[in-house]
């Protein structure tokens, strides 16, 4: 069975900078974040194949947000740069959903493997 535990949320200032956390426990092919903010729904930002080689990223942060693993430690990251206050939402661990393409419906439907989420607040 697969568990993500996300950590690392938080409150910033426009502009400002956070690095998102998931450890990971059980084996996972690919991994990804997505964010939800309350009354919409959930989409995916950024994904990374197994290994690392292939890494994904909506319009949205791309250029921003950096996505990658530490497989030693198990961990899943996203940094996050230059952050907007459109940026605040519940942010979200998820694996092996589907494809990137349908990250969004997945997310939808529930396939696939996620964390609790942690809040980021950007003002």
């Known amino acids: 069975d697969v568990q993500l535990v996300e950590s690392g949320g938080g409150s910033v200032q426009a502009g400002g900078s956070l690095r998102l956390s998931c450890l990971v426990s059980?084996?996972?092919?690919?991994m990804g974040w997505f964010r939800q903010v309350p009354g919409k729904e959930r989409e995916g930002v950024a994904a990374?194949?197994?290994?690392?080689?292939?890494?994904r990223y909506a319009d949205s942060v791309k250029d921003r947000f950096t996505i990658s693993q530490d497989n030693a430690k198990n961990t899943l990251y996203l940094q996050m740069n230059s952050l907007k206050p459109e940026d605040t939402a519940t942010y979200y661990c998820?694996?092996?959903?589907?494809?990137?393409?349908?990250?969004?419906?997945?997310?939808?439907?529930?396939?696939?493997?996620w964390g609790q989420g942690t809040q980021v607040t950007v003002s």
């Open positions: 998820a694996a092996d959903w589907g494809s990137w393409q349908g990250r969004n419906d997945a997310a939808r439907r529930g396939v696939g493997y």
């Open positions: 059980g084996d996972t092919v690919y």
């Open positions: 990374i194949g197994l290994g690392g080689g292939t890494t």
